[in-house]
Nanobody, 115 residues
Framework: QVQFVESGGDLVQPGGSLRLSCAAS????????MAWYRQAPGKQRELVAF???????NYADSVKGRFTISRDNAKNTVYLQMNNLKPEDTAVYYC?????????WGQGTQVTVSS
């Protein structure tokens, strides 16, 4: 069992940047398939960025070239660097494994992109 705590969300203007953090309650060294998801108001939760395996990542088409997922196993933390943010990126962002495990969902962190 592991708990994830997301942080770093904020209100940002279009074109701005944010870095989200996902802190795990134990080592993530043995969890290669970490991922970030998001849920916008009135929409289903969607996969945003993920590790296919160690060192290999992939992204939803809507964020490709703008978002970067990374991890620091020594700090038990996964990051999501988000650049050139758009209003449609507004959502609550969560980390989990891929596929997600129901009991691993945290509270998420709110990202709002608005002028």
């Amino acid at each position: 069992q592991v708990q994830f705590v997301e942080s770093g969300g904020d209100l940002v203007q279009p074109g701005g940047s944010l870095r989200l953090s996902c802190a795990a309650s134990r080592s993530i060294f043995g969890i290669p398939n970490m991922a970030w998801y998001r849920q916008a108001p009135g929409k289903q939760r969607e996969l945003v960025a993920f590790f296919i395996t160690v060192g290999i990542t992939n992204y939803a088409d809507s964020v490709k070239g703008r978002f970067t997922i990374s991890r620091d196993n020594a700090k038990n933390t996964v990051y999501l660097q988000m650049n050139n943010l758009k209003p449609e990126d507004t959502a609550v962002y969560y980390c989990n494994t891929r596929p997600p495990i129901a009991s691993y969902w945290g509270q998420g962190t709110q990202v709002t992109v608005s002028s």
